[in-house]
Every structure is written in structure tokens, then in C-alpha cells.
């Protein structure tokens, strides 16, 4: 499939993204900017909170299920704030509308942000259906095809996929089921709706919560916030980094919502530059979209929670302890004080239940503190290239914001994030550490992805600080002794033209090794070969052919390991196992050990016939990982008499189950 091709897809799916959750941020009195970087997160709490509610009630998921959830809350949303306004509930402040030169230059910014994302993801993806030859594409694939076949979308079910006859324990599956009704509306493969909901995230989602993040710290600055966007694809760690290590997609969509997430915070505890000017807008926003964070991945919400803490303690020192502080009484000061203690234990109880199990989070330190330290320095974060002038721009945005009071919680957000990837990345294996960084797996590479969303808004303000720099100099040059000075719209247009040319000139430097290296590292995972990681080229021209080779209802038995697993979400027939880690009944543990003596073995027949066993995949001995994982059963069936071969292309092999027929 062409990359022209997919687009009515990518179309689909902007529409799918920002429409259901954009009709609640109108209904909530959200407009412009504010509105189209919150919908998508809105999209998601309603999606990931209707999928486990209709799963529930036995509702299939589909197109419709959302849209009738997403006219619901919109509706409930708008008849809230109507009864508000009608009551006076909140005084409403009318929002200055912005210029159109205010809109352009914002508009600009945002479409070079998102299209230099869509640039370096078309670069990484290579073919818009070639899939991530990683460990856990294996079961986000295979979980996307499991949410299609049953109906059922919800959190509280997907790992009854993998966990055999054990009851089933929440997983993240918000991603999957935006998958899911994206494969529905369109009928692309589930590769192809993979690749393009994950770059319409990229390009559009991120970088819109970027930009209101930028727009919360700085205020309604056109250049800043439109420099936000071009930011927004200049860092190496996120967004490339998740869709190239793991793969992390659950995480991945919940670090997209993040910097959204951040700026409703600030807006809540009115710390930002401007909150929205609709008082409804600016208290439901961050509870409205917590749930979606939450549920794409619960350690994206924990990642949020954590940066605001720095916005809570600084909006408390705000009004009751810096100078020019409100006057207050007493007893608000002490109350406020109690509540803001209970909250603190209530984020150190959720720290110690929300994290993985401890044989989960094993990963090790990479690195020395001092070199995890310089690695935040020159964001270079898992040893990737310097980034010069996004460094540059980061440590003017520090200088900026340690002189400016109104920026200290901003820079306490800097300070934790840098804090927790030093002891992540730095620190070796210990109790401690794994009490700090076990919410992230002990894993360097989920704490290096969100390291961009504190510092993007440092860089914003550096670039700010640059252009007040910029324009001063050229008021001097105006204004010089016997200088003639030139109409004002001719100073205009030297000043616009001026702010282009160094928009381009940091954008050129910003896209350099480190974007390089990224989309280089990302591509070596997505491209299709011979010795591919997980399917090689000759293995996935053989599934391809299970359609007409395999008859619908069949189940194939299949060695996860080798990517042969695919079968299920790639061509829609059943196999014994959807993922590596699986756990298995009893039938499927004698077909795995003992298929190809079914003719000896009496345990066999009755196991394939109760598992519906009628093919067997051999995609060879090469492993994901290079690991070696035992299916004797499954092995050699060429010199098995209980099958015979159908099919083979290269080293891959269908075999047909011939003993028990």
C-alpha cells in the first residue's frame, strides 16, 4: 500500500481522534487552540471509559458505541454549563479573540511541527504496513485483532487474551480499541491503522499539547507558542524513542497527552500564564482528561502526577508564603495546608501500589549519575547525539525562568524530571531506587521520554528570550543617530521576516544527528527483510497466504517466539498463542510438547480436537531477542507423520495436522 493510499485513512483517523472529544472541549466553552489540543485527550477518556463500561453491559465495541458515548458526555457537558451560567455560578471572563497575524504565524508553526514529524515518521515506518519488529508488537498487534473478533475493548478484559484460564487483570487498552475502530470505519489491515493512528498522535496530538503547554507558560505569544511546535519534533527521545524501543504504544499514547495534562494543571491551580478564560473550562479540564492519561497507560498518569507536585506546591507558596501573597486567615492557611499533606500521602499510597511487579522492573542502570547528568545537559538521553541548540535554548529558557518568579513551579517540573532519570539511568539496582523509579519499570527508556515534556517549555521560553533579545537589537539599529527611520510597515515586515529567518535556522539545527540518529534507529525496527527481527520477508509472504490456504474457524499452532504468532492479527486466523508471554491451558501445553508424536501419543488427538487444531506454523529456530524457547511439539514437523506440508516459502512452513483427522 502507497503512502498516497493510506491517506483517506490518516483522514479518518484526525477525524476519529479529535471529533468525539472536540465536540465535549466546545461543549465545555473550550475554543480555538484550547480546544483542539484538548480534544484528542477527551477523546480517549471517552473511549477508554465507554469500552470498559460497554464491555460491562455486553455492547460491542464499535464506531457507533463511541459516538454514542462521545454525543452523551457532550451533551451532559453542555447542559452543565448552561445551568452555570444560568445560575452565575462562574464569572466569566470574555477571552481577548487573537489577531489574525496571532493565527497564522500559529498555524504556520504548527503545520512545520507536524509536518516535520510526519516527515521523520514516514522515514521510520518505510511502508505504511510494515509493522515494529519488536518484543511487544508481537501482542499489541495480536490485541488489536482480539478487541475486532470479540467486541470487547475494555481494560478490564484484554489480558484474557494471554492468560490462559486465569481470570483476567487489568491492562491498558485504550490504544488498541482506537485501533480497533479505526480498522472498522476504514478496513486498513491492522498494520496500516497501527502506523497511522501512532503518527497522527505524533504529528498532531503531541505537538497541539505542546503548543498549549507553551501557550500556559508564556502566555498568548504567536512566535513562542508556533516555536513550540517546530520544538515539538526537534527532541530525539520522545516521540521516536517509544515507537522504535519495546514497542511501547499504551505508553507512547499516554505520554502524547502528558504536556496537555501539564498545562490543565497549571490552569487548575492557576499557576500558568493563562488559564482559560471559561472558569468551568479551567476546573473540569484536568479531572475530565485524567482517566484517558490514566488509562492509555497507567504510569503516564503517574508521570503526570508526579511533575504536579511542583505546580501544587508552588500555586500553596504562592498564596500563603512569597511575597505580595494574599491575605488570608489563618485557619484557610492551615486548612489548605492539611489538605495539601493528605494529598501528598495520598501520591506516596498510589506510588506504592501503582508500579509493576517487582520481577517486571528489573531493568539496570546504563549509566553513570554524572553521565545521566550530562545526558539531560545536551538532551542526548540512551546515549544518543548531543542536541546543541535545543540545549542552548533549554539553558537560556533556565536563565529565564530562574529570574521570574511566575516560572518556578515550570522549573521544579526540570528538576524532578532531571532527578528521576538521573537515579533511573545513574544509580545501580537497589531498594531505594526501585522505590523511586518502579513506577516506570526501573526502565531508563520510559523516564528519557518524558524528559522533552518540562523541557520544551524551558526551550520555548529561551526562544522567547531570544527574540526580545533579537528585537531590541533591532530598535537600536532603528533608531541609530541620523538614521532615517522607515515607515512602520516596513519595519514590520523586516521584524517578520527576521523572526522566519530564525525560526528556519534553529529548525535546521534543531533537525540534525540527534533526529537522524532517531529515525535511523526506529527504521532498522520497521523494515522488512530477510532477517527481520521478529518475521522475515519469506514469513510474512507465507501469512499473507493463510487466507486462501487456511480455512476461517481453523486454529494454527504456532511458536510464539518466532513471530509466527502474527498469524492471528496480521491474517486473521486463530493460534495457540497471540503473545510470548502467554500463559497456556492444559490442551494447548500438550499440543506445544508433544503435536508431532500424535500418532504415538494418546493425550494428543483429544487436545487438538478441543483446541480446534488443525495447522501448524514453523517460522524455524530464530527468536525475538535471540532467546530459546522449547516446543518440542512443534518442532521438526517435516519428519513428523502427523502433518504434512502445504505451503513454504523459504525457510517458513505450513504444515497440515494429518494424525488426528
Not at 455486553?58 to 457507533?64: A, R, T, V
Not at 522492573?361 to 546504563?366: G, H, K, L, N, S
Not at 518540562?454 to 521560553?461: D, G
Not at 493425550?603 to 483446541?611: I, L, S, Y
Request: hydrophobic content about 55%; overall charge positive.
Amino acid at each position: 500500500m502507497s503512502w498516497a493510499a493510506v491517506i483517506p485513512v490518516v483522514l479518518t483517523c484526525v477525524a476519529l481522534v479529535f471529533v468525539p472529544g472536540g465536540l465535549v472541549a466546545v461543549s465545555l466553552g473550550l475554543r480555538g487552540l484550547p480546544a483542539a489540543a484538548s480534544a484528542p485527550a477527551l477523546t480517549v477518556t471517552i473511549s477508554a471509559l465507554a469500552a470498559i463500561a460497554f464491555g460491562k453491559l455486553g455492547i460491542d465495541w464499535s464506531p457507533f458505541a463511541m459516538v454514542l458515548a462521545a454525543v452523551a458526555v457532550a451533551g451532559a457537558v453542555w447542559l452543565l454549563r448552561r445551568w452555570c451560567e444560568r445560575r452565575g455560578k462562574f464569572a466569566h471572563a470574555t477571552a481577548a479573540r487573537p489577531s489574525i497575524e496571532a493565527i497564522v504565524v500559529q498555524c504556520l508553526g504548527f503545520a512545520a511541527g507536524a509536518g516535520l514529524l510526519i516527515w521523520q515518521l514516514v522515514r521510520v515506518f518505510g511502508s505504511p504496513g510494515n509493522i515494529s519488529q519488536t518484543f511487544d508488537g508481537i501482542f499489541h498487534l495480536n490485541a488489536v485483532r482480539y478487541v475486532l473478533n470479540t467486541g470487547n475493548a475494555s481494560s478490564l478484559t484484554l489480558s484474557a487474551m494471554t492468560n490462559g484460564d486465569n481470570p483476567p487483570y487489568f491492562y491498558p487498552a485504550a490504544w488498541h480499541g482506537l485501533v480497533a475502530l479505526l480498522v472498522q470505519i476504514t478496513g486498513a489491515p491492522i498494520s496500516v491503522a497501527v502506523n497511522m493512528l501512532n503518527l497522527v498522535l505524533a504529528a498532531l496530538v503531541w505537538t497541539l499539547g505542546c503548543m498549549f503547554l507553551v501557550r500556559t507558560v508564556a502566555g498568548p505569544r504567536p512566535w513562542v507558542v508556533a516555536f513550540g511546535a517546530v520544538l515539538a519534533a526537534s527532541f530525539s527521545s520522545f516521540p521516536l524513542l517509544l515507537l522504535d524501543f519495546g514497542v511501547l504504544y499504551p505508553n507512547f499514547l499516554s505520554i502524547c497527552l502528558i504536556p496537555l495534562g501539564l498545562a490543565a494543571v497549571a490552569a487548575f491551580f492557576n499557576v500558568g500564564s493563562q488559564p482559560p478564560s471559561n472558569p468551568l473550562a479551567r476546573f473540569a479540564l484536568a479531572p475530565m482528561i485524567s482517566p484517558g492519561i490514566a488509562i492509555a497507560h497507567p504510569n503516564g498518569a503517574m508521570t503526570l502526577l508526579a511533575i504536579s507536585v511542583p505546580v501544587v506546591l508552588y500555586a500553596y507558596m504562592q498564596r500563603y508564603i512569597l511575597a505580595g501573597h494574599v491575605q488570608t486567615q489563618r485557619r484557610e492557611k492551615f486548612l489548605v495546608g492539611a489538605l495539601l499533606a493528605l494529598g501528598l500521602v495520598f501520591l506516596a499510597t498510589l506510588w506504592k501500589y501503582i508500579r509493576p511487579p517487582a520481577d517486571a522492573a528489573f531493568w539496570d542502570r546504563y549509566h553513570s549519575p554524572a553521565g545521566a547528568a550530562w545526558e539531560i545537559a545536551t538532551n542526548s538521553a540512551m546515549n544518543r547525539p548531543e542536541a546543541w541548540v535545543v540545549s542552548a535554548l533549554v539553558l537560556m529558557g533556565l536563565f529565564v525562568a530562574v529570574r521570574d518568579r511566575h516560572q518556578w513551579w515550570l522549573l521544579g517540573c526540570y528538576v524532578l524530571t532531571s532527578f528521576l532519570f538521573v537515579v533511573i539511568a545513574g544509580v545501580g539496582t537497589s531498594y531505594l531506587r526501585s522505590v523511586i523509579t518502579g513506577v516506570w519499570y526501573n526502565d531508563s527508556y520510559r523516564l528519557a521520554a518524558i524528559l522533552p515534556i518540562t523541557a520544551l517549555p524551558l526551550a520555548a521560553l529561551g526562544f522567547g528570550w531570544l527574540l526580545r533579545c533579537g528585537q531590541s537589537a533591532l530598535d537600536r539599529f532603528w533608531n541609530r543617530p541620523g538614521r532615517v527611520l522607515p515607515a512602520p510597515d516596513a519595519r514590520a515586515r523586516v521584524g517578520v521576516l527576521s523572526g522566519f529567518l530564525v525560526v528556519a535556522l534553529l529548525a535546521v539545527g534543531m533537525q540534525g544527528a540527534p533526529i537522524n540518529f532517531a529515525v535511523a534507529s526506529a527504521a532498522r525496527n520497521y523494515a522488512e527483510t530477510p532477517n527481520s527481527e521478529v518475521v522475515s520477508s519469506d514469513e510474512l509472504a507465507l501469512i499473507e497466504q493463510l487466507d486462501d490456504l487456511v480455512p476461517a474457524g481453523a486454529t494454527i499452532a504456532v511458536n510464539p517466539w518466532t513471530g509466527a504468532a502474527l498469524a492471528f492479527a496480521l491474517a486473521n486466523r486463530d493460534t495457540t498463542s497471540r503473545h510470548v508471554l502467554s500463559t497456556y491451558p492444559a490442551d494447548i501445553e500438550i499440543i506445544n510438547n508433544s503435536l508431532r508424536n500424535a500418532l504415538t501419543d494418546p493425550t494428543v488427538c483429544p487436545a487438538v480436537e478441543a483446541a480446534g487444531v488443525k495447522y501448524a506454523l514453523d517460522f524455524g529456530s530464530k527468536e525475538v531477542h535471540g532467546g530459546r524457547h522449547d516446543f518440542p511439539g512443534l518442532d521438526k514437523l517435516q519428519d513428523s507423520p502427523a502433518a504434512e506440508l502445504v505451503a513454504q516459502v523459504g525457510e517458513a512452513r505450513l504444515f497440515r495436522i494429518t494424525a488426528c483427522s
